[in-house]
């Protein structure tokens, strides 16, 4: 039986056509088009991962508060515009609890102990500690109520103390560098501490420890800075729509 295709001569490159039976197909690239449409912010959301692969979502600056609390109201001159004030967090108050709940452990067991022994004088000095004790705790609490980190639109403040009071104000317009620091429990907690620089040999405010999320914080204050236009915006577009919805 002669061989199929015997009338063709073998192409050149050796193959003949029962090796190579396949035809090619006239367009290869017709299934990848050229261009692919942009991807959405949900196609995003499942990209963003940490330094150890746990994925996050975008972040976002805290949204612009509406009105300053009386305390901080008393700070502010007529034309400043405000825009957040916020506490230390709570892990400031963890120390002053523990010393509170150590205090009362130890000053208990002295009660029971000199009182088993008819130690009047000295249970009634035992007491005393412990009520002493007990009122350095409230007055550290009461600070950390009334401690405010303050942002206008000109300034950033921090107010301190409750019998004495300290305001300490760094113009934005001077701030040269800023950073915020957070500790292995500060990532976890979501607390950390934030050093401002400026150029002026001598600052009223440089550091502040221990504010809530510094990372939301941080994009608060660089938009402050960098696009006040923005937020001016989204003041606007809020005053709009709480109008709509009245």
Avoid at 24 to 43: K, M, R, S, V, Y
Avoid at 57 to 73: H, K, M, T
Avoid at 93 to 121: E, M, P, Q, R, S
Wanted: proline share 8%; glycine share 6%.
């Amino acid at each position: 039986m002669p061989p199929r295709h015997a009338d063709r001569p073998p192409s050149d490159d050796g193959w003949g056509d029962d090796e190579f039976p396949f035809e090619p197909e006239e367009n290869p690239t017709e299934e990848f088009p050229a261009e692919h449409e942009p991807l959405t912010a949900d196609d995003l959301a499942g990209l963003h991962y940490d330094a150890y692969g746990v994925p996050f979502g975008a972040r976002r600056a805290l949204p612009v508060e509406d009105e300053p609390s009386p305390l901080v109201a008393r700070y502010m001159f007529p034309t400043e515009r405000f825009r957040g004030e916020w506490r230390k967090h709570w892990i400031y108050l963890f120390d002053k609890f523990a010393i509170a709940a150590g205090a009362t452990f130890v000053f208990g067991w002295l009660w029971g102990f000199t009182a088993k022994h008819n130690g009047g004088i000295l249970s009634t000095i035992v007491i005393i500690l412990w009520m002493l004790t007990m009122a350095w705790v409230s007055w550290r609490v009461a600070d950390w109520y009334f401690d405010r980190f303050i942002l206008t639109n000109k300034r950033l403040m921090a107010v301190s103390g409750m019998v004495s009071r300290t305001v300490a104000m760094m113009p934005l317009l001077r701030v040269t560098d800023m950073k915020y620091e957070q500790t292995p429990l500060g990532r976890i907690l979501n607390y950390g501490t934030f050093v401002l620089e400026s150029a002026g040999q001598e600052q009223a405010l440089r550091e502040v420890k221990h504010l809530p999320n510094p990372n939301e914080l941080y994009l608060r204050i660089v938009e402050e800075m960098y696009e006040p236009e923005t937020v001016e915006a989204k003041l606007a577009a809020q005053n709009a729509d709480d109008g709509a919805g009245i």
